[in-house]
């Protein structure tokens, strides 16, 4: 299968202009990786995170500026608490063990999504790691957690009233401003595995002009072959953002 895919890879099609300053990843399929094998669904959790590993070498490698990656949705809180412990467990042992590795790759990490809704432990482990890698100017990576799309437009929405003048209305600039990802540029890419063609609440708001890459790949089956098919797609694009002129 791997061979396979390298051999129908486009990697040698690639440019080196053109390619997406931010990609946005849905890692969707871990459970039915591991279905597929007779294993839990946790042990496909923690093969995802090795391909997590990978593919922020691979952003780096192909200098891509900003890499957003899906961990876990509002929506996931409603698994059954084993999954979702484990799910926890998970994050917190993965900052522990990457953290020394992200500061010393000069990445800038961040968290978004609704963060107070995770336990006081890992919210801290959170802030440090962030606060650890403060001064590195290298690629961005973002890790959504417990993030929903609307839950994210409401909480900006909710911060821009605690903060606004008297009858100041609110506007798509001053509405971006409040959101986790202000400060970011656009996403250009999105890239979903798992072989579900929907947006499961992901970044509602900054997918608005986004090109959409769907692979039915597991995610814990996802590679450089799959990346760099995902990268020739979107060079292949022609983005008008609603004008007629291609750019
Ligand atoms: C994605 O894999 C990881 C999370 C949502 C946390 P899934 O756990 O959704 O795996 P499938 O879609 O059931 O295979
Ligand atoms: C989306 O996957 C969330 C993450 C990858 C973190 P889901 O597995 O939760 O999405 P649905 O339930 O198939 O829409
Ligand atoms: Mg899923």
Redesign the pocket.
């Known amino acids: 299968m791997k061979f396979f895919n390298f051999l129908f890879s486009r990697k040698f099609f690639l440019k080196s202009k053109g390619l997406p300053k931010h990609i946005a990843i849905?890692?969707?399929g871990n459970g039915r990786w591991a279905k597929k094998r007779l294993l839990p669904r946790e042990a496909g959790h923690v093969r995802g995170v090795h391909v997590v590993k990978n593919v922020i070498g691979l952003a780096k490698k192909y200098n891509i500026n900003s890499l957003t990656l899906?961990?876990?949705?509002t929506?996931?809180w409603t698994r059954p608490k084993n999954e979702v412990l484990s799910l926890l467990n998970l994050f917190d042992k993965s900052i522990d063990n990457e953290k020394d590795k992200i500061k010393s790759n000069n990445i800038k990490i961040k968290f978004i999504g609704d963060l107070s809704s995770l336990p006081s432990d890992l919210q801290k482990k959170i802030t440090s790691v962030e606060r650890k890698c403060k001064k590195n100017n290298g690629m961005q990576l973002n890790i959504a957690i417990s993030y929903g799309g609307r839950s994210e437009i409401v909480r900006a929405a909710n911060k821009f009233i605690n903060n606004a003048k008297a009858k100041q209305t609110i506007s798509e600039k001053l509405l971006s401003k409040n959101l986790d990802t202000y400060g970011l540029p656009e996403i250009d890419l999105l890239i979903r595995t798992?072989g579900?063609k929907?947006l499961?609440n992901?970044m509602l708001w900054q997918l608005a002009y986004s090109e959409l890459f769907f692979t039915d790949a597991l995610w814990p089956d996802f590679d450089e072959s799959i990346f760099t098919n995902a990268l020739y797609f979107f060079q292949t694009r022609k983005r008008r953002f609603g004008s007629l002129m291609d750019i």
Do not use: L, P, T
């Not at 899906?70 to 949705?73: C, G, L, N």
């Open positions: 849905i890692m969707d899906f961990a876990f949705s929506e996931n798992g579900e929907r499961s992901f």
